[in-house]
């Protein structure tokens, strides 16, 4: 069974700093591309941040670009996001998903991690 | 960058009623197109992709079809699990999603 489980997130100040973790399991975590999709509170769904299945390629939103970086190591099966200069917009659910072998939707989603950046 | 466009953003619906929710994209995307649906508090679950394609073990009364940049999700007799927001989603160019119809108990 295919699970994907992130964690990291918290109450953060505006400026700070935080990592995010997606740990996998119940497939060859080597061979998909992943991926980091945030909900502000009561808003619809953002895409973030794609990494290929050998960290290759990755790509941003603009919204985070320059804050935010992804990163993965196969040999742990996880995927993480750290985000530096959190502001009160970045606010949200962090959901790590797969993208779909050749297909680029994603068929699998983490529950979600709750990041809060306050004063 | 592509925007993608849902409507309605509420719809008001009875059990077996049949629902339709439009996506338009702001440029052709040919068929890559992914359908979501999300309960509250839950995380997205995937119902359709490469527009018309259904997900193993979406409920065959979930549809999709269109291509180049206007789709439509289907539902063919709504059923009380099925309440929920749904978002449409392009992958031609990066990724972005529709911003959500929401179906609600009429």
């Known amino acids: 069974e295919v699970q994907l489980v992130e964690s990291g997130g918290g109450l953060v100040k505006p400026g700070g700093s935080l990592r995010l973790s997606c740990a996998a399991s119940?497939?060859?975590?080597?061979?998909?591309?992943m991926n980091w999709v945030r909900q502000a509170p009561g808003k619809g769904l953002e895409w973030v941040s794609s990494?290929?299945?050998?960290?290759?390629?990755?790509y941003y939103a603009d919204s985070v670009k320059g804050r935010f970086t992804i990163s993965r190591d196969n040999a742990k099966n996880s995927l993480y996001l750290q985000m530096n200069s959190l502001r009160a917009e970045d606010t949200a659910v962090y959901y790590c998903?797969?993208?779909?072998?050749?297909?680029?939707?994603?068929?699998?989603w983490g529950q979600g991690t709750l990041v809060t950046v306050s004063s | 960058d592509i925007q993608m466009t849902q409507s309605p953003s509420t719809l008001s619906a009875s059990v077996g009623d049949r629902v339709t929710i439009t996506c338009r994209a702001s440029?052709?995307?040919?068929?890559?197109l992914a359908w979501y649906q999300q309960k509250p508090g839950k995380a997205p679950k995937l119902l359709i992709y490469?527009?018309?394609s259904l997900e193993s073990g979406v409920p065959s009364r979930f549809s999709g079809s269109g291509s180049g940049t206007e789709f439509t999700l289907t539902i063919s007799s709504l059923q009380p699990d099925d309440f929920a927001t749904y978002y449409c989603?392009?992958?031609?160019?990066?990724?972005?999603f529709g911003q959500g119809t929401k179906v609600e108990i009429k």
């Open positions: 490469k527009a018309s």
């Open positions: 989603q392009q992958y031609n160019s990066l990724w972005t």
């Open positions: 998903a797969r993208e779909g072998g050749y297909d680029h939707f994603f068929d699998y």
């Open positions: 440029q052709s995307i040919s068929s890559w």
């Open positions: 990494i290929s299945s050998s960290s290759s390629y990755i």
């Open positions: 119940g497939f060859t975590f080597s061979s998909y591309s």
